[in-house]
């Protein structure tokens, strides 16, 4: 029988050691892992394609993974939508079918997760579900250095990833971790994995993971509940869900118990991102005035811009006529030096000519038939001046 486990988290939550951490309960991953990179060093174990599939199903309403409002799930009605949900119920398939015992994890799943359970329950396969929970101060402190958030940004992306899900949790087989907590004691967590999802331990590889993996620099910050509690510009009502989440995954209180106040949870949650989100759209307008002006500056750039093109490709076509016009005197030109070599040799030959002349009448002139008719040549001469 097919199994899949599925790890949900916020971003920059430690979904990713956690993930990596599966292996030794016998949990594939896959060999379609995304490399490492500066940030996250031993892997984010994540699958390219469910990533793929999970940015195009955001873009089709048009959001990154880092956009604050809710997805509109209606939109998956469409033909495009469709077409989505046929590849990805095209890659569970094919990813079951190759590991009956399967893991994966993408941040962006935990935003999506009504469209991944549908796939699930098309392929009647039981998803279960790992959530790791990490302190929202630590997640905004790592958004910071990352990608620059604000703190108010990164409280509401951790709402939005976070809370919608926990009725989705209902009547399945779920497990909430800490990630804090695991990176202090990864054995005995491994062990609650084990017994939650009903999978056995590989002793040796659990050696080498809490041996070799585990390490300091897994951790960048760590805040405390009374940090979050004191800290400024905390929305209460992330202080007191992650208060309820940590409870539930140090076994306090169970996920039924809070389910039961969903209603009134829910209140807070909308009333919280509709304050967030509203003091976004102030943001956003003042950033849109910045735009325009910024739009008409670069109006204007376009416009002289456009005026400089035009000149160089005048330049150009001038130049182009002038390489022409070059090209055609460099050729008249050899065309006289072919001439001009010519006319040198004729002149050379006729200088030749003339030496030879000169030489054959000196030849002449000093023959015996030239002296002999030395007196007839005067006679000719003073005849012809007579005769003139």
């Not at 993408?106 to 302190?135: E, H, M």
């Not at 990630?179 to 202090?184: H, Q």
């Not at 735009?291 to 750039?301: D, P, Q, R, S, T």
Request: hydrophobic content about 40%; charged content about 25%; some cysteine.
């Amino acid at each position: 029988m097919n199994k899949c486990i599925a790890v949900l988290g916020m971003h920059r939550s430690g979904t990713s050691v956690v993930t990596k951490a599966l292996e030794i309960l016998g949990v594939n991953l896959g060999q379609n892992i995304i490399p490492v990179a500066g940030d996250n060093k031993k892997g984010f174990w994540e699958d390219s394609s469910i990533i793929e599939l999970n940015d195009r199903i955001l873009a089709l309403a048009g959001m990154t993974w880092f956009s604050v409002s809710e997805y509109p799930f209606a939109l998956l009605e469409s033909e495009e939508g469709r077409a989505l949900e046929k590849e990805a119920l095209e890659l569970i398939s094919s990813r079951l079918n190759t590991y009956p015992l399967w893991g994966f994890k993408d941040p962006r799943c935990s935003r999506l997760l009504p469209f991944w359970q549908n796939i699930f329950a098309k392929l009647n396969i039981t998803l279960s579900y790992l959530v790791v929970l990490r302190n929202p101060l630590d997640i905004a402190a790592s958004l910071k250095k990352r990608n620059d958030f604000k703190l108010a940004m990164s409280q509401h992306l951790w709402l939005v990833h976070t809370f919608q899900n926990l009725k989705l949790f209902k009547n399945n087989e779920v497990c909430f971790v800490s990630f804090d907590d695991f990176l202090s004691t990864p054995e005995e967590h491994l062990q609650r994995f084990s017994r939650c999802f009903n999978l056995s331990i590989d002793e040796t590889a659990l050696t080498s993971f809490a041996d070799d993996f585990i390490s300091p620099d897994l951790r960048h910050s760590y805040s405390s509940n009374d940090d979050l509690m004191i800290r400024p510009g905390i929305f209460p009502f992330v202080q007191k869900l992650h208060l309820i989440l940590s409870k539930i995954a140090d076994s306090t209180t169970d996920l039924d118990m809070v389910l039961e106040h969903w209603d009134e949870l829910e209140r807070e949650y909308l009333a919280t991102t509709h304050a967030s989100l509203h003091e976004f759209c102030l943001h956003a307008h003042t950033r849109n005035v910045d735009v325009a002006n910024i739009m008409g500056l670069l109006e204007k750039n376009t416009i002289t811009l456009a005026d400089q093109h035009k000149l160089i490709e005048f330049q150009v076509v001038k130049n182009d006529q002038l390489k022409n016009e070059n090209d055609q005197l460099k050729n008249k030109n050899d065309q006289l030096k072919n001439e001009n070599r010519q006319l040198k040799n004729k002149n050379n030959q006729l200088k030749n000519e003339n030496r030879q002349l000169r030489k054959n009448f000196d030849l002449i002139r000093k023959s015996t038939t030239w002296q002999m008719t030395k007196p007839v040549r005067y006679i000719v001469t003073m005849l012809k001046k007579m005769g003139r």
